[in-house]
């Protein structure tokens, strides 16, 4: 007896089932207004942004480097493992495409809040006590790879992380399809390996 009332305590109500299961049917037929359904669409994204881990953007500082509020903390964040043209890195003039690259990068982030991921093979921070992270929009496209296929950045091999030969193939198809720098900023070598571009 006493099994049994504790079951139906814990029952949902019969009448909050079938609001439930009337607005579904009405939502699929289309007989909601579509202020209710922008409405029910906005919910979802207001949720998706307030995921937990989610850091909203403080400001961007270039094309691979943001400043996240964390936890009540402005937090430089530097994005493991690629590397955009210089914009204004002190004694180094404006390179081509760093400002191209740096408008993507706050286009494709624009308000939305961002995850951020550490690497296992990579430091926390560097030494300029900026965090590394890999940055990751709400859809769950990480943001370093948009940028290097799609011309904004070069894969930053010089340290070693996990999606090494993930960025250097996505690099390569770039490059590759003369997209973005590589069409318009003849990028070489230097000799540590590392891609960059001539002063703008």
Not at 167 to 191: D, I, R
Request: with cysteine; proline share 6%.
């Amino acid at each position: 007896m006493k099994y049994s009332r504790l079951l139906n305590k814990k029952r949902t109500p019969l009448w909050v089932v079938g609001v439930v299961l009337v607005l579904g049917v009405a939502q699929q037929a289309g007989w909601l207004p579509d202020s209710t359904q922008e409405a029910g669409n906005k919910a979802v994204q207001t949720a998706s942004q307030n995921q937990p881990g989610l850091y909203s953007i403080d400001h961007f500082v270039d094309g691979d480097t943001i400043s996240v509020n964390m936890n009540g903390k402005k937090e430089t964040i530097r994005m493991i493992g690629i590397d955009t043209p210089e914009t204004h890195k002190p004694n180094t003039p404006v390179q081509c495409y760093g400002p191209a690259a740096a408008a993507y990068t706050k286009t494709i982030i624009g308000d939305t809040k961002v995850r951020l991921q550490s690497d296992p093979q990579s430091t926390d921070r560097d030494r300029y006590d900026r965090l590394l992270r890999y940055v990751y929009l709400p859809d769950g496209r990480l943001v370093q790879k948009e940028l290097i296929q799609n011309g904004y950045a070069f894969a930053y091999t010089q340290f070693p992380f996990t999606k090494s030969d993930e960025f250097v193939q996505a690099q390569e198809s770039a490059k590759t399809g003369n997209k973005g720098l590589w069409g318009n900023c003849n990028p070489y070598q230097q000799g540590n390996g590392r891609w960059q571009t001539n002063n703008q």
